[in-house]
């Protein structure tokens, strides 16, 4: 199918859009008054076959310093939107959040966005997850994306091409796919496959534990039992000769130890978080924690935002520890290791929430902030 081929489409479940406001600005003329493109897009989605007539538009935007909801209208017909501006590092872990969030799903993704790395590969995450992700075309350099019903219907495609156009296809909303269903079907395991998240994960029931690993500095081949699965993040940079060896290739891990490629240093903790609530996503806890998440890094303690991500998880009956390796207990030589990290570096969650600032530290108290949100994340932190 071609990437201009119109496909007849038809949708009842609800549908989020995402709009970065650093890739697509909002249209000079309108910065005042959103209501006209809230509206267009509304319209631009009907004729596309996004019936529910229910929204949730995302902006988000690193200038922006608020958090929160900006507007919640009402629209003719009982057709309702929402926006919401966020102020985020990064939004793709909203949408996997948001993935699982509506039970009645799965919904559909409106991304006005450019997808770089990170984003393109949780998209098509999103995507084999039976999602439907549809992106908007970059305008030329130089020119401004106009938000109208017609700019939108010309430049809209789903991820791997289609311009969707409705076409009925449903009696009822019953008669869609239902995400609900998915608990009921067992995915086997495939030694032969890296489990790498862009497709529903092996189904495991009953207790498990999975471990996610910043492995630039701590690589560990080892037997483990079959109900542990560890991922082990590198930086996949050309130069890193350690990385490019152990991602090469088609491997297969008795230990079920999957190397994965993770860029820099911040971009492994966003793909380690992203992954983690991918999980989470495809094996939701109903009512006990017997799965345990086991994080080895050493971006986290700190990091205030990132914490109160983890602690998302732990809020889903998800049991977390998170190890931070220091130069004094990440000793591979030692016959301790890695039994050593955990016993003095672990730490496990209270019921206490991380809260963050909403604006930005100025110079001057950039340095003080981080003190105490150091300090703040051992509050949050119960250690073992």
């Known amino acids: 199918m071609g990437e201009d081929d119109t496909i007849g489409f038809e949708s009842l479940k609800q549908t989020l859009v995402y709009w970065n406001m650093d890739d697509y600005p909002i249209p000079v003329d309108t910065t005042d008054e959103l209501d006209p493109v809230f509206g267009d897009i509304l319209k631009a989605l009907d004729v596309m076959g996004f019936r529910d007539g229910h929204i949730d538009v995302f902006l988000y935007d690193e200038q922006i310093n608020r958090e929160g909801a900006l507007v919640d209208w009402t629209l003719p017909e009982s057709e309702t939107y929402g926006a919401c501006f966020y102020k985020v590092p990064d939004i793709t872990w909203y949408m996997i959040r948001d993935s699982s969030f509506y039970r009645a799903g799965p919904v559909n993704y409106f991304v006005i966005a450019k997808p770089k790395r990170e984003l393109h590969r949780v998209l098509h995450?999103?995507?084999?997850?039976?999602?439907?992700?549809?992106?908007?075309?970059?305008?030329?350099?130089?020119?401004?994306?106009?938000?109208?019903?017609?700019?939108?219907?010309?430049?809209?495609?789903?991820?791997?091409?289609?311009?969707?156009?409705?076409?009925?296809?449903?009696?009822?909303?019953?008669?869609?796919?239902?995400?609900?269903?998915?608990?009921?079907?067992?995915?086997?395991?495939?030694?032969?496959?890296?489990?790498?998240?862009?497709?529903?994960?092996?189904?495991?029931?009953?207790?498990?534990?999975?471990?996610?690993?910043?492995?630039?500095?701590?690589?560990?081949?080892?037997?483990?039992?079959?109900?542990?699965?560890?991922?082990?993040?590198?930086?996949?940079?050309?130069?890193?000769?350690?990385?490019?060896?152990?991602?090469?290739?088609?491997?297969?891990?008795?230990?079920?130890?999957?190397?994965?490629?993770?860029?820099?240093?911040?971009?492994?903790?966003?793909?380690?978080?992203?992954?983690?609530?991918?999980?989470?996503?495809?094996?939701?806890?109903?009512?006990?924690?017997?799965?345990?998440?086991?994080?080895?890094?050493?971006?986290?303690?700190g990091a205030a935002y990132y914490i109160n991500m983890l602690q998302r998880l732990d809020d889903i009956r998800y049991h977390i520890l998170l190890v931070t390796p220091t130069l004094d207990i990440n000793k591979p030589e030692t016959p301790q290791w890695p039994g050593l990290l955990i016993d003095r570096g672990a730490a496990t969650f209270a019921l206490e929430t991380c809260k963050i600032s909403e604006e930005p530290p100025s110079p001057k108290k950039h340095e003080a902030l981080a003190a105490a949100e150091e300090e703040e994340t051992r509050k949050t932190l119960q250690m073992i």
């Open 125 to 301: 995450c999103l995507q084999s997850r039976r999602h439907n992700v549809l992106l908007v075309k970059p305008p030329p350099p130089d020119e401004e994306f106009l938000f109208s019903v017609a700019s939108l219907l010309e430049n809209a495609r789903f991820l791997g091409g289609g311009k969707p156009r409705f076409k009925e296809l449903y009696v009822s909303y019953a008669s869609e796919y239902d995400m609900c269903f998915e608990e009921y079907v067992d995915i086997p395991e495939d030694l032969s496959k890296t489990v790498d998240f862009s497709e529903r994960i092996p189904t495991v029931r009953g207790p498990r534990t999975a471990v996610f690993w910043d492995a630039v500095d701590s690589l560990v081949e080892r037997y483990l039992s079959d109900n542990i699965t560890i991922w082990a993040y590198l930086d996949d940079d050309d130069d890193d000769k350690k990385g490019s060896a152990l991602l090469g290739g088609d491997k297969t891990w008795t230990s079920r130890i999957y190397f994965l490629p993770g860029g820099d240093k911040a971009s492994r903790r966003i793909r380690m978080l992203n992954d983690m609530f991918l999980l989470a996503r495809d094996s939701p806890q109903c009512s006990s924690y017997d799965a345990s998440l086991v994080l080895f890094a050493d971006q986290f303690i």
